[in-house]
Each structure stands twice: as structure tokens, then as C-alpha cells.
């Protein structure tokens, strides 16, 4: 083959190749196009979904436009809050602790007196059989945070039984629970501290209102 019709046959490959790329580059963003929105409505959905289920009752606003950004440790925390009568009745927002196989991600609501509506782990990697005992549809041992607060337990007992507290641990699996215990108590704290801007108590907060973003965070 002459150098002439091997440099014919590679520049048509070559332009074959691009206008491959181009109608594949086409098509993905075609797709993603169309698919987002679907996507968002999803998200948005699981978010009124794990909402609804740390925050019993019913109330006056719209909870994910009704939202705070506040500092953490760990990043920014959207919280969202719900109102009666104008109001702020209560809180809701993410914490998370270091579990045995990655961080355990919980939902938690507080009422304004800072006493827990509920909690509800959102996300975890743990241990089919072991730490997924912290799911709802494995047994009720998240429901024994709900109507506690700081002083019930004290502070110093806000841990599992194996650490000195009043929680229980499952056979085999302390790391897990810990987590989700350790995660909760730093919520309750984050709350403490946060109180009045968290209740609209406070004017001269430098918090800053969001329009229902939902940023990432937690109170870890």
C-alpha cells in the first residue's frame, strides 16, 4: 500500500472515530437530558420520605424549603425545620459516625424543647445480620432514642452499655450502635448550641437561609 492511500485510510479513520465520539457525546447528554429531572423527583422524594419518618405530626410549611446551612465539624448542615402557627415546632437534620465499615449516616428530628421525634439510619455499609440491626425492618432498637434528650440520659450515659451508657449493643457487633449513639448525642449537642438561631430566636445570627438546597453534612 502507498503512503498516499495509507494516509487516506488513516485520516478516515480517524474522522470515523471522531464522529463516533460525537454522536456517542451526543446521545449521553441526551440522555442525561432527559433522566434528570426523573433523578431530582426521586431524590426529592427519599428526602420527604426519611423527613416524614423522624418527624411525626403534621405541620404548616413546606420542610424543604423551610431550611438553615449552619457550620459543623465535619461541613455545612442543612437543617430543616417545621412550623406550626408560624412557629418553629421542630428540627430535622444528618448526622453520622465512623461505623466498622464506613460512616453511618442517621436522620434525626427534635422538637424544640430538644427532645428526639426520631431517628433513622439513612446510610451504612454494615454488616448484613450484625450492624443492619439499626435498620427499622430489622428490629426496634432505633426506636429507643425517640423521647430522649440531653439529661435523659445524662451526658455522661448517652453511650452503649459496654461504654458505661444505657443503650444496648448487639452480640457481636458494639462498633455499629456506638456509631449511630455517638451521632445522635453530637446532634443533641449540635442542637444545644444552635438553638436559637435554629428556632428563629436569634436576629442577629450570621446563619444563612437557604431556598431549599439541600447541601450535604452532618453533626458528627
Known amino acids: ?11 478516515y479513520q480517524a ?5 463516533f465520539a460525537l454522536l456517542t457525546s451526543g446521545a449521553l447528554a441526551l440522555a442525561s437530558k432527559a433522566t434528570g429531572p426523573a433523578i431530582e423527583a426521586a431524590a426529592a422524594e427519599d428526602l420527604k ?4 419518618q423522624v418527624l411525626p405530626g403534621q ?3 413546606d420542610l424543604t ?10 461541613g455545612e448542615i442543612t437543617v430543616y425545620r417545621a412550623r406550626k402557627g408560624g412557629q ?42 450484625l450492624g443492619d440491626k439499626v435498620e427499622p425492618a430489622k428490629g426496634n432498637w432505633i ?9 435523659d440520659p445524662a451526658a455522661e450515659k448517652f453511650a452503649v452499655k459496654k461504654d458505661g451508657g444505657v443503650f444496648d449493643q448487639f452480640a457481636g457487633a458494639t462498633i ?28 442577629s445570627s450570621p446563619a444563612q437561609a437557604s431556598g431549599g438546597q439541600n447541601h450535604g453534612g452532618s453533626a458528627s
Open 1 to 11: 500500500m502507498g503512503l498516499d492511500a495509507l494516509h487516506g485510510k488513516l485520516t
Open 15 to 19: 474522522a470515523l472515530l471522531g464522529a
Open 49 to 52: 420520605q426519611s423527613l416524614t
Open 59 to 61: 405541620y404548616d410549611n
Open 65 to 74: 424549603r423551610d431550611t438553615l446551612v449552619l457550620p459543623g465539624p465535619d
Open 88 to 129: 418553629v415546632a421542630a428540627v430535622v437534620f444528618q448526622v453520622q459516625a465512623r461505623g466498622y465499615a464506613g460512616p453511618v449516616v442517621s436522620m434525626m428530628g427534635v422538637d424544640r424543647d430538644g427532645k428526639i421525634l426520631g431517628v433513622r439510619v439513612i446510610n451504612h455499609k454494615e454488616t448484613p445480620g
Open 143 to 151: 426506636h429507643g432514642f425517640e423521647g430522649r434528650f440531653l439529661g
Open 176 to 203: 455499629t450502635p456506638r456509631a449511630v449513639v455517638k451521632s445522635v448525642k453530637a446532634g443533641l449537642e449540635f442542637f444545644g448550641r444552635e438553638k436559637a438561631r435554629l428556632l428563629d430566636e436569634s436576629h
